[in-house]
């Protein structure tokens, strides 16, 4: 008996052997639909998949793939694709792979997988089973009605949707929010249940008694005479036999509540829901319950739900089971309905806006008599919880702050009209928990007066809110300064990317800035994945493109200011896009927008300089670079981007055309503004790296004005004299030109104007001012002084691509660039980023007279390695003399470097005897 065990656990053995030989690559993991994990709702017909060759092995590549798209994951059991088998596709392509199937259907749910074969053309194992459902591809698909509750502005007029750009400002108004209910009655065994939702304002859904999914500030924000997107969520478990309870509030949100500095009510008054819920049953019948005039109505204790103001809640006017069945809706009011506004109605395309993650006070002191400054340690976009135990009316007012002007004070000057206030009106008699909902601030600061006893660390919580974007990049050096800077331009993202990308969370403004999105873009992509994040804000740019081609300054757009630099992020970002991602779709789909943009700056120019106006490279500290300099050095960026675009998408002629259009712009440029000697007028940092990062400047030229960059860095005491814009460019630059010494040098300054500044100053996010607030001196005179702006964090790009080395030269990280640029006294530095084809990673040490690299080369990409060496130098790989490797080839070696050739996989590398 013994022997025959033995013998069945050698033959399996054997067989597990051999099943390994025969297959090196593992099932494929990291599937994504639309850039996204199981997408809701979405309605493309035509959606896009995308997944992770896997291999513990090195030099592994797909050869070719297979995708099932099913109307049941049973069917995929036996595998089985009866909306479509793609076959066995000989294809490297991992992403952005187009659906090719039968037509989907409307609001129906599909289940997928993939499987690739290696370059021993064998197949791997089966992914797990992924799903999406659709939404609606027919607008007669939509029943139901927009339904309301005006008793609190039954005299208004009747909106007209048209936003009231030009108006004076009216005085701020606090409005109610309305509830709104049904109940209905389920008779059949339920199969599945989708609702679909949207509203003019923000709405939150409840189906007896419970949260519909994790979103807030739903649909977002968009351009409301144009576009409203609509949200998907499946519902089966929060449903129940015979009567249910279908609930929502609704509130201002960008809607009718205080957008920018224009006030409320800029796009309407009248607060809309329009939702659909769709029951499928198991006898194959359907149903819906929707929107329509048999609702009820009323207010309850949300007595004040904005964006800016801030939320007021008074719990004594509770309605306890307000959303759930048997309810006593006697005194409730008949809903009043509108007709459906003339718009696209789309599905929302991105990750919607969560709660991420939870901080604690690092410090809570009494202020005065019944008052509490609590520090959060961190400034960020959210809002805080809270726990309280008092009497009936007693008031909690809570009011934010980025900075302190006293210990005991806080500075609120730079929010300028936003109230930022949100006050809690106890019931009495228990505990109390409350956080508010429809509103959010940017704050590290809380003033809390009025609260019921002695305030402690467990009472208040903060709760991060933003888009809900997966992380895609980690760095880590062993500098302090360098780390901070790193994760001041995180969290800045963290509290900026909120459904739309903002320039600051906290002021009246929180807008869509154009030029500020298009400098962190590299540094963004990096962070997180923002492929759907931004390819839905781009649409928001495009939705508010001019007829004459003019792009916007901000999107959704509130102005109507056009600028160079602002604008030019509607070819930038496509272009970004397809670089990290490989995403040919986003140029197709906005490429006539783009060419009305060239067309105009064209006609805008003279003699091909741009008399295109701008903010110029704004916030420089005192060294204002000239706009002619700046606006045509960034219309024959996006000339060059389009030639690229171009290029990409097969538009042959037009690549031609532009690339023409390049080189005029770049004569003229040289011609007017550049000198025998390389000086550029102005004579500012900006100008030269303009020139220089653009790309502007003859080979034999660039010399001499690289010169003219270094002197004025030395005038400068070393620091930085540009603005948000031009500061992207200074370390690339700077290490292209080989002076990453000065770029290390650069940022480990702590006095005015640099990154370190900031942070000896108390900085947790990068500012909008070099100076916005010194030990010394105090706070900037100007309001326009955010303590949260991205624009500056742009500099961490540099961190991933020169400190750690982590780059591409082709589209969707298909070859990977590995060059770490050791300096700054640095003795390591590892990052991660999360590519669109997998995780590449690098970790480097410098220990005595030793370099090791640690580095990982996703399957089915190949790298080109970057090796300090000295001509003393010994090159190892695994040990091993690097001539003993047989994958990695030595393409040379000169100048202080050392290039290698590398398939995928994990390797380790030294440099000994440097």
């Known amino acids: 008996m013994f022997k025959k065990i033995l013998l069945i656990c050698i033959c399996l053995s054997v067989l597990l052997g051999c099943t390994r030989l025969s297959n090196s690559l593992d099932a494929p993991g990291g599937l994504t639909c639309e850039y996204r994990t199981n997408p809701m709702g979405i309605d493309t017909e035509t959606p896009r998949f995308r997944w992770v060759v896997r291999s513990a092995e090195q030099n592994q590549i797909q050869t070719a793939y297979q995708i099932l798209v099913a109307s049941k994951a049973e069917h995929l059991k036996s595998n089985k694709g009866d909306f479509w088998d793609s076959g066995k596709i000989v294809s490297e392509e991992t992403a952005q792979i187009e659906y090719s199937g039968k037509p989907l259907l409307s609001a129906q749910p599909y289940f997928w997988k993939v499987r690739s074969w290696d370059k021993n053309d064998r197949p791997s194992r089966w992914s797990d089973v992924q799903q999406f459902s659709t939404g609606f591809f027919e607008d007669s698909l939509w029943q139901a009605q927009w339904i309301g509750y005006d008793a609190f502005i039954s005299e208004l007029p009747e909106d007209t949707l048209q936003p009231k750009r030009k108006r004076r400002k009216l005085p701020y108004q606090a ?268 704050f590290q600061f809380v003033e809390v007066s009025g609260y019921p006893g002695e305030l402690r660390p467990d009472d208040i919580t903060g709760v991060v809110v933003h888009s809900d974007l997966p992380r895609s990049g980690f760095f880590e050096c062993s500098d302090t300064l360098i780390n901070r800077i790193y994760e001041n331009a995180l969290w800045s993202q963290k509290s900026n990317f909120f459904d739309i990308p903002t320039d600051c969370p906290q002021r009246d403004e929180r807008m869509g800035w154009s030029g500020d999105v298009q400098v962190f873009l590299p540094t963004s992509i990096y962070n997180m994945d923002v492929g759907a994040f931004l390819s839905r804000w781009m649409q928001d740019l495009v939705d508010g493109q001019f007829s004459d081609g003019r792009l916007p300054s901000t999107a959704p757009r509130i102005y109507n200011r056009v600028a160079a630099g602002w604008g030019d992020a509607g070819v930038i970002l496509p272009w970004q896009l397809y670089r990290a991602y490989g995403d040919t779709r986003i140029i197709e789909t906005h490429y006539a927008s783009m060419q009305r943009w060239m067309n105009f700056l064209i006609d805008k120019s003279d003699s091909l300089i741009s008399g295109q106006g701008s903010y110029g490279d704004w916030q420089n500290a005192d060294a204002e670079t ?78 001499q004005v690289f010169w003219h960059l270094m002197r004025k860095i030395r005038e400068n005491d070393g620091h930085p004299s540009t603005g948000l814009i031009c500061s992207s460019m200074l370390l690339p630059v700077l290490s292209e030109g080989g002076e990453a010494a000065v770029a290390y040098q650069m940022l480990a300054k702590q006095t005015y104007p640099s990154w370190g500044f900031q942070i000896a100053n108390g900085a947790t996010t990068p500012w909008e001012r070099w100076d916005g607030y010194s030990a010394e001196k105090g706070f900037h005179e100007d309001i326009t002084n955010s303590f949260n702006h991205y624009a500056f964090g742009a500099v961490a790009e540099w961190f991933y691509t020169d400190i750690a080395g982590i780059n591409t030269d082709a589209p969707g990280f298909k070859h990977v660039l590995i060059c770490p640029r050791p300096g700054g006294g640095l003795t390591y530095a590892k990052a991660a980023y999360e590519s669109i084809r997998g995780r590449i990673s690098v970790d480097w040490r410098w220990e005595d007279d030793t370099f090791s690299l640690k580095v990982t080369i996703p399957a089915n990409a190949t790298a080109s390695v970057y090796l300090p060496v000295s001509d003393e130098s010994k090159i190892l790989a695994g040990g091993k003399e690097i001539e003993q490797h047989k994958l990695i080839q030595l393409e040379k070696r000169e100048n202080g470097e050392a290039l290698l050739k590398v398939p995928s996989g994990n390797y380790e590398f030294e440099v000994v005897g440097k």
């Open 175 to 442: 409005t109610p929010t309305p509830y709104l209910r049904k109940e209905f009655n389920i008779e059949k065994t339920l199969k599945r249940a989708v609702v679909y939702a949207t509203a003019l304002g923000v709405y939150e859904l409840h189906l007896n008694g419970q949260r519909v999914g994790e979103d807030y500030f739903m649909p977002g924000w968009t351009d409301y005479n144009k576009r409203l997107y609509y949200n998907a969520y499946d519902v089966t478990d929060l449903l129940q036999d015979s009567l249910n309870a279908f609930a929502a509030i609704l509130s201002d949100g960008w809607y009718a509540g205080n957008v920018a500095n224009r006030g409320q009510q800029i796009y309407g008054q009248r607060l809309r829901l329009f939702a659909q819920l769709h029951l499928e049953y198991s006898d194959g019948t359907q149903e819906k319950v929707m929107t329509d005039s048999t609702w009820k109505a009323s207010y309850g204790p949300i007595r004040e739900g904005d964006m800016q103001a801030g939320e007021t809640y008074n719990a004594h006017m509770e309605m306890p089971g307000w959303h759930s069945t048997g309810f006593d809706e006697s005194d409730w009011d008949k809903v009043d309905t509108s007709p459906k506004p003339d718009i696209i109605l789309q599905a929302y395309p991105a990750q919607g806006v969560r709660k991420i993650e939870e901080i604690r006070p690092v410090d809570i002191h009494h202020s005065s008599p019944g008052s509490y400054i609590v520090d959060m340690g961190q400034n960020f976009a959210g809002w805080v919880r809270l726990r309280m135990n008092g009497n009936t009316g007693d008031k909690v007012v809570l009011r934010f702050a980025e900075k302190l002007k006293s210990p005991d004070s806080l500075f609120t000057k730079n929010l300028r009209s936003a109230k930022a206030t949100d006050t809690y009106i106890l019931k009495g008699g228990r505990e109390e928990v409350w956080e508010p909902r429809f509103t959010y601030h940017g």
């Open 626 to 703: 000239p706009i002619p300099v700046f606006s045509t050095a960034y219309f024959a960026n996006s000339a060059r981007l389009m030639m690229e675009m171009a290029r990409a998408t097969g538009k042959n002629e037009d690549m031609i055309a532009y690339k023409d259009l390049f080189h005029q712009i770049r004569d003229a440029f040289t011609k007017k503004f550049v000198s025998d000697s390389g000086k550029i007028e102005g004579d500012t940092q900006g100008a030269y790296l303009l020139a220089l990062q653009f790309d502007l400047i003859p080979e034999g030229k660039r010399p």
